[in-house]
């Protein structure tokens, strides 16, 4: 008797676990190919961004490039720091798409407002693009820690109502030897095997997931050191 026939021949119930234990399966491999496809490209442009950004000196033409790299993270936390920092040298006037570059932010310190803290400003504008962009990357992962933790007992219900019915039928038959027992415990069992194949990828790839989503969030963080060094840089030249 394959796997096939014994979902076949399963009772009601085992047949509505099995055809939930999917809909969670099906929902959580498309997930899975989803972030994967999601985190790749991410990572991909962040590594090309990173080059530009490390080997230009015009913040300006630094910014037009990073609009070709709209999955990036990093590119988002840039985009954002620019942003202040623009506004920051021009006292909050002007286009938020446009800033200045390096030897723009020079001649225009003289007009920056007066702030305690600036580079402070900038910290946390940092801080709170990046916490933006790690919620976004964690979206949908609570499904597949819910599908992993769930799934096997879903499975076990399954199971056990399997086994109580298997009895039932012996009971009412008044025969318990093994040739009428095993079929029943078999087609009972099948639900426990489909829980654990529903569970097993979604809890190997949230695994995967939330730990690049913490790789992420770290290259973010020195990122943003970075920015803030360079901004710290700039502005002490300038006075």
Do not use: C
């Not at 394959?2 to 055809?19: H, M, R, T, Y």
């Not at 020079?106 to 803290?117: F, G, N, Q, S, T």
């Not at 009895?167 to 099948?190: D, H, K, R, T, W």
């Amino acid at each position: 008797m394959n796997a096939v026939s014994l979902v076949v021949q399963s009772g009601l119930v085992a047949k509505a676990v099995l055809l939930l234990l999917l809909s969670f399966s099906l929902m959580s491999w498309t997930l899975i190919f989803m972030k994967f496809g999601v985190f790749r490209r991410g990572q991909r442009e962040s590594t090309q961004f990173l080059r530009i950004f490390r080997s230009a000196k015009n913040l300006t033409a630094v910014f037009e490039e990073s609009k070709r790299f709209a999955k990036s993270p990093i590119v988002s936390v840039f985009q954002e720091g620019y942003r202040e920092l623009s506004q920051m040298v021009k006292g909050g006037q002007g286009p938020a798409n446009q800033g200045p570059d390096a030897n723009e932010l020079r001649a225009m310190v003289a007009e920056i407002p007066i702030y305690k803290e600036p580079l402070e400003l900038i910290s946390r504008t940092l801080r709170h693009a990046s916490m933006k962009e790690v919620a976004q990357q964690e979206r949908y992962l609570i499904f597949l820690a819910t599908t992993g933790n769930v799934t096997p007992f879903v499975g076990l219900f399954g199971t056990v109502w399997g086994i109580m019915d298997a009895f039932a039928s012996i009971g009412q038959a008044g025969s318990a030897n093994l040739g009428a027992v095993a079929p029943g415990v078999a087609e009972a069992l099948i639900t426990t095997a489909a829980g654990l194949g529903a569970a097993i990828p979604a809890v190997i790839a949230y695994n995967y997931f939330l730990n690049r989503v913490r790789r992420q969030a770290t290259e973010m963080e020195i990122f943003g050191l970075e920015f803030l060094t360079l901004a710290e840089r700039i502005l002490g030249r300038s006075r």
